[in-house]
């Protein structure tokens, strides 16, 4: 009976030094990227937040937990945002025939006879094919899919979703025929024959007859990308340009714990989202943000859909166009101004950048902290950087679409234009802080490609050797911040998550190799080993 006293007091007293939480981690080197950008060794969780965070004899020595991991040294940084992404439809597009890295016109038709032999009923559905990756890099036409597919719709989404290609029974089914024009957009016709081309606006013509997925479908798509999200490291995606519906689903699926990704949502240009938003006013959870329009002003540069001040280069007298007339942009940034909402714009070419950027100035007028974003500004003309400063307006940019682009892009602009493309520095300093994404599935899901081609300006093959346009390279420190805490802070987040700080979500993630100190031709064989979302392991290896 006295040893069972004597042992009753020792916990007694151990439990009144220390202090219960739910989770530590020790024995890691920990990137907190906070203001200083300091580090620490060890982590307490409590309630899905951040209780302490310092040296391993501190942690350890405060709080005692159930669940201790001895990290061994590895590598601790907050989760990963991406700041621009097209979650809900990279979901959907698990299930449809990936073109992406097809090397000819012929390589996808194989591909799609493959996949419509396993898929043997409905709409035929593909995305991501490249011409600029094909040695005839010429847009293809119609003819084999209306041979091999003539009583199956078929569409077949270019890279950006800018482009598709569709057979003659889905533009029967859509009602398109030679010489019908669309505002925004571009119906191509050859000789007097459809293509089956279709550039921007005219896509949705095609795209409106699929008959929309079931709930099951959804669910089952949107649950395997949360897992390729969470492996690589993603615990928040910012998705761009989805319908309230949708987003009333995914937020339903949090609900019910079956979708556990943070999402920030932009609702898309369009009056049923408008009507929606402005009678609900602001969502806001634990997992669901909602306070932002995706605007659209121009189309892709692979698909000469982006609007230019002066013709393309190889493309004499075209300069692309704008989706809507100006007038559209300058009315949603009025009411969007007045209400209180958060305007993220598409803006590709010089020329769609310059009408947008004009337009935020008009309502923005000087110093503000609305953190209206323009997304991709991939094309910026020498004259109009500072206007991003001047008017505090976010440019959110995709590190991988610099090294996705340089195999072609000096064709389209031309080398002295090229120089203000992809220029992440320059943006960069106009605010001090810049958000960056991948806008996935145009481009690859991985994060640690966005740091690549952040830092070191290649791409997954290493090229090129010395860098592309090595003047617009960020920092480590700037790829991570805009990886983390600035792409929290482009969507009001920066202090719930983005950082490792006492009182924020536990949203971290632990590395095998250390981003700040990592060779290039390493930064792709970086492992995620674990990541944690609200202090729960929801992927390890």
């Not at 090595?470 to 700037?478: I, P, V």
């Amino acid at each position: 009976m006295r040893l069972w006293l004597l042992v009753l007091s020792f916990i007694f007293i151990a439990c009144r030094d220390t202090a219960k939480v739910d989770l530590i981690i020790f024995n890691a080197t920990i990137y907190t990227v906070d203001s200083t950008f300091s580090k620490a060794e060890a982590i307490a969780v409590r309630d899905g937040k951040i209780e302490d965070i310092g040296s391993s004899q501190e942690i350890t020595g405060k709080y005692y937990a159930d669940t201790k991991v001895n990290a061994e040294g590895k590598f601790i940084y907050p989760g990963f945002i991406d700041a621009h992404a097209h979650f809900y439809r990279y979901g959907l597009g698990l299930s449809t025939a990936n073109l992406v890295e097809t090397s000819s016109w012929d390589d996808i038709t194989s591909k799609l006879e493959s996949f419509a032999s396993d898929n043997t009923e409905g709409w035929l559905i593909g995305r991501g094919w490249d011409q600029n990756k094909w040695e005839e890099k010429e847009f293809p036409s119609k003819e084999k899919l209306d041979q091999l597919f003539p009583n199956r719709p078929v569409l077949l989404t270019r890279v950006d979703g800018h482009a598709a290609i569709a057979n003659q029974k889905a533009l029967d089914e859509a009602g398109i025929r030679a010489g019908m024009r669309v505002t925004g957009g571009e119906i191509e016709v050859k000789n007097g024959k459809l293509t089956g081309i279709l550039v921007d606006n005219a896509i949705r013509l095609v795209s409106s007859k699929i008959p929309a997925p079931t709930i099951t479908q959804v669910k089952k798509s949107l649950d395997a990308a949360q897992k390729n999200c969470f492996a690589v490291g993603l615990t928040t995606v910012d998705d761009c340009g989805i319908n309230y519906k949708e987003m009333l689903l995914m937020d339903s699926f949090q609900k019910s714990g079956e979708l556990k990704m943070r999402i920030y949502a932009m609702l898309s240009d369009a009056k049923e989202n408008y009507d929606f938003l402005f009678d609900k006013g602001k969502i806001k959870t634990d997992l669901m943000n909602v306070r932002s329009f995706k605007v659209y002003a121009d189309g892709a540069l692979g698909s000469r859909g982006a609007c230019l001040l002066e013709p393309y280069n190889d493309r004499s007298n075209w300069k692309g166009f704008l989706l809507s007339d100006a007038s559209h942009f300058d009315s949603v940034a009025n009411i969007l101004n007045a209400k209180d909402f958060q305007m993220c714009t598409h803006a590709i070419g010089d020329s769609g950048n310059r009408v947008i950027l004009n337009i935020y100035a008009k309502y923005l007028q000087g110093t503000n902290d609305k953190r209206w974003r323009i997304e991709h500004a991939q094309v910026v003309n020498e004259n109009d950087f500072a206007i991003f400063g001047t008017y505090n307006i976010i440019p959110s940019v995709q590190p991988t679409h610099a090294t996705s682009d340089m195999y072609w892009a000096g064709d389209r602009l031309g080398k002295e234009r090229e120089k203000g493309a992809y220029a992440f520095r320059w943006l960069t300093e106009q605010n001090g802080w810049i958000p960056l994404g991948t806008d996935f599935p145009v481009e690859d899901i991985s994060p640690f490609k966005t740091f690549l081609a952040s830092v070191f300006r290649q791409d997954a093959k290493g090229y090129p050797a010395k860098g592309y346009q090595m003047e617009n390279a960020l920092s480590r420190d700037q790829a991570i911040k805009g990886m983390t805490i600035w792409a929290a802070k482009s969507n009001f987040e920066e202090h719930e998550k983005g950082s490792l700080e006492k009182g924020k979500f536990a949203d971290f993630i632990i590395l095998d190799r250390d981003l700040m100190t990592v060779k290039a031709e390493e930064v792709l064989s970086t492992t995620v080993l674990a990541t944690y979302l609200g202090g729960e392991r929801v992927y390890g290896k």
